[in-house]
């Protein structure tokens, strides 16, 4: 078995790579949201300036039988370094994994950092004994964190959304709530990308502090980017004040041909909490999607389980637990 760097723009490399992505991190979730090749070839072809990746595949001959992508932040955080390492199912517990990881944590030390962090998804009743558990701690992580991963069938009852909606109303009076699909307007992209920014410091990450994320315009504009070409649409909502500042925001991507929603951040500015922002803007977007994309059956959500406002206002909405996704990491 040897390692070899992936060139991101070879289609039959990326066809294997995404082959075992997808069989790696289906085992043992039966029914959780797939991605398409075309999803996963545009997330890795697409330029984020705020992070490099780097790409390796294992194989053993000329198979490839497991990958591997470090993600080193350019421009906040740049002590630490995010991976993922994923094994073909048929050649597992023969050291492929490990060799991977070993790879990927020495590149990041080289690169002078000194956090590398991952995450795994994990059924409840096993997450303290899951052998991705047994395959970080052999390997000198520890848990650093856990969220847990919910999902909300769609369509919602146009009652409930329009309950929710008055009921943040009560208190979101001095707000005006606005969606925007798949283009978000340049003269309210600085003030998004301040709550954007601002995310990573204020929902709980367990025992890992981040700095705030330098978000810019530049990459929120890679980011729709990127979601236009994986087939994906972005929902934006946010609440705006009289002079146009945004208060709230939360996002998602639809699968503009398939059935599946992500959620991505929702973010309610510091000085502008206590007004149901979050609930304002969770409803109507969500009224939004069902109302443009009537085949969208499911969204998918995680957070800390620790994130007590955020998982009410979910629990309220519908979400129910699926599984959790368990953060580790390594200090050099
Ligand atoms: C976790 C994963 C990468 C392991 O790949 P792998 O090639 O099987 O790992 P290795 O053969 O190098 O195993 C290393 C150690 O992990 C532990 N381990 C791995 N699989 C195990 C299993 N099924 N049961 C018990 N322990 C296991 C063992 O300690 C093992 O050492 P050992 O074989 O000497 O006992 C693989 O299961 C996978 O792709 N999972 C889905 C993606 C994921 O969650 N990745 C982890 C976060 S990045």
Redesign the pocket.
Known sequence: MDLRPLDIHDDDLMREAHRIDDA??Q?GREGAPRWTYDEYVAAVRSPDSGERAIHVGAFDDDRMV?VGILYEFLLDNTEKAW?????DPE?????????LLDHLVAQAGADGRTTVL????IPFAEVDTH??R???E?RGFTQANIEVVRHLDLPLADDAIRKWADHAAEKSGGYRVETFVGHFPDELAESLCVLLGQLAVDAPTGTVDFEEEVMTPERLAERYAMTAAQGRETFETVALTPDNQVAAQTTLQVQADGTDAFQWGTFVHREHRGHRLGLAVKAVNLREVQARHPHVTRVTTQNGETNGYMIDINEQIGFRPVEASVEFVKRA
């Not at 991976?83 to 094994?87: D, H, I, P, T």
């Not at 050649?91 to 060799?99: E, F, I, M, P, T």
């Open positions: 790696g991190t085992v497991g991976f993922e390492v994923v094994v050649h597992r517990r023969k050291g492929v994994g490990s060799a991952t995450d795994t998804k052998h991705q047994r395959f970080l052999t």
